[in-house]
């Protein structure tokens, strides 16, 4: 069984630096380009089966791969990004602000009023990963969604406390590829981390 999973292309939220969260925010022109990028690499997968994150930015940049294809997808709130509370939609350094003002820097179990936590963050993650890898038994499933959240599940499957180091380890640039294997047991091997060699055409 193989999983792979990829984050959205850039998005205008990030590139002002702001929280997106639960909150929608569209492709830019060079998330957009990494998306068609994307989907030729995805291309050289044999991939049976698309689950996806519902916010806007996921679907948007997996529709070009969707385009070449007629694999199923389905799109789950479970694979939503880390939802910020307040802090969704507005300014990064005001949310850093918060949490340094807080004591809460570098503490993964802190959270912003109104929003989640990494554990509560890495549970859902973990718990409909899981739900689908069940369902799609030996299949090859690709699993489109965040940063924060790909970064949750992959410190939950690697079984490695979250600290700066080990988050930044797992942490992905837009459209990284993570490919995971499974055997009989669903005991993961890492085959592939945060791959972004199909948008090596973007920095020419």
Known sequence: MRLILVRHGETEFN????????ANSGLTPRGKMQAEQLAKRLSKEKIDVIYSSDLKRCEDTIRPFLNKTNIQITFHRE????????FDGEPADDFLNY?????FFGDYSSKPPGGE???EVQKRMMEKINEILDIEHGKTILVVTHGGAKTSFL?????EVANNETYSKYSPGNTAVTVIEFDEEKNP????????????????
């Open 15 to 22: 590139l002002g630096r702001i929280m997106q969260g639960h």
């Open 79 to 86: 694979l939503r990004e880390r939802n910020y509370g307040i």
């Open 99 to 103: 949490m340094k003002e807080n004591g």
């Open 117 to 119: 936590n990494l554990p």
């Open 155 to 159: 410190l939950g499957l690697f079984n």
């Open 189 to 204: 091997k890492l085959i592939e981390l945060n791959s972004i060699e199909h948008l090596e055409a973007d920095f020419d």
